[in-house]
């Protein structure tokens, strides 16, 4: 890999998703804390470019991602301007910009380690298992909400999360659309640890610590290594996800989905 001359770089994040760059730690934190860090597409670009800035640049020895307020992310947003946003831009482009940030999370060179302190849901899932190490909070859970609104998981969930917990478990959270508990999740293989709110920072902060005084070239070809033997999958999961989710993010199920959930109401699927 080719590293460039970082002495002039800098790093710019957007409102909704705040980067920074200090002491080797590249921050990245989703800033939306009053919908629980939804996602939108310039979110998910940010990450992206962010990332592949980030994986030449010699300064750059861990990524931590985040999310403000008391969640990590509730996934894509369904408000009515984030519907209304997704229509400007295509669903085709959404559901890119959503995988090309999965990716990153993957190819980045450097470990990124994901810090979730609540809910975690729908694409949140996928960014936080496409990390390195999952440090959750004993209030944090995670759910793939798809099904709730007439979607399938995307992102590369469907290979993320298999690698980590298997088929049988993955298939029950992408078709129940569970509530998994952190305990749960880190008995299931779902995360690194599981700590009480109060020490999570503290906790975090050890773990990268640790990475920050580790051998980065050793790290790197490690964090490469593990996942080129269990990601293999990674690109055709991908694939797949964006084929069936185009078909079904245009579907009456999915209209009813949101609008139930909007609503907070169960939805009326009439499987059309």
């Given at each position: 890999m080719t590293t460039v001359d970082s002495s002039e770089q800098t790093y710019t994040g957007i409102d909704d998703l705040l980067v920074e760059l200090k002491d080797g730690v590249l921050h990245l934190t989703m800033n939306r804390p009053d919908s629980l860090n939804s996602l939108t597409a310039a979110m998910f670009r940010t990450i992206t470019s962010t990332l592949e800035q980030a994986a030449t640049d010699p300064r750059v020895k861990v990524v931590r991602l985040g999310g403000a307020g008391r969640g990590f992310s509730s996934g894509a947003g369904i408000s009515d301007k984030d519907q209304a946003q997704k229509s400007e831009d295509g669903p085709e482009s959404v559901l890119t910009a959503a995988n090309d940030a999965a990716r990153s999370i993957v190819k980045v060179p450097q470990p990124v380690v994901a810090v979730v302190q609540g809910p975690c849901a729908g694409v949140g899932v996928s960014l936080a298992l496409a990390s390195d190490f999952v440090i959750a909070s004993e209030k944090a859970y995670f759910m793939l909400a798809f099904t709730?609104?007439?979607?399938?998981?995307?992102?590369?969930?469907?290979?993320?999360?298999?690698a980590a917990v298997g088929r049988i478990r993955a298939m029950r959270m992408a078709l129940m659309a569970e509530r998994i508990n952190a305990r749960d999740a880190y008995d299931w293989g779902l995360v690194s640890a599981v700590h009480p709110a109060e020490e999570l920072e503290a906790e975090a902060d050890k773990v990268i610590t640790t990475l920050l005084n580790g051998p980065a070239v050793s790290l790197r070809k490690t964090k490469y290594a593990v996942n080129a033997a269990t990601l293999t999958e990674l690109e055709?999961?991908?694939?797949?996800?964006t084929e069936g989710q185009l078909v079904l993010l245009s579907s009456p199920d999915f209209r009813e989905g949101a609008r139930a959930f909007q609503e907070r109401r169960h939805a009326n699927f009439t499987d059309i």
């Open positions: 709730k609104i007439g979607l399938m998981p995307d992102g590369g969930a469907s290979a993320l999360i298999a055709a999961a991908i694939a797949r996800e």
